[in-house]
């Protein structure tokens, strides 16, 4: 299953997404490193594509050859553990 990274949306992709493709519900880009398995906000150039150039509108369409739609599953399972982690170091360090 894959997710608009902007409305979070179900889509049905199934093969390459095209650089002009856009999401029904919100009309966002789709071919956007914030979609892309690759992007991590934490990574050098927010990239784990070592040869991939680099990408200033990680949010706008571009040409990367390295893109690949992300897995929901796995875009998801990153954002669920942090506030679980953060109420556990609050709870670690309470006074």
Do not use: I
């Not at 399972?77 to 609050?90: F, I, M, W």
Request: proline content about 2%; aromatic content about 8%.
């Amino acid at each position: 299953m894959k997710l608009c990274h902007r409305c979070k949306n179900e889509l049905d992709v199934r093969d390459k997404v095209g650089r002009k493709e856009t999401c029904p519900s919100c009309g966002s880009d789709l071919r956007v490193c914030l979609n892309c398995r690759f992007y991590d906000s934490g990574a050098y150039n927010q990239c784990h594509e070592t040869q991939a150039e680099r990408v200033v509108d990680k949010d706008r369409s571009n040409f990367c050859d390295y893109f690949v739609f992300r897995d929901s599953v796995s875009g998801e399972s990153r954002v669920e553990k942090t506030p679980d982690a953060k109420a556990k170091l609050e709870d670690l360090f309470k006074k």
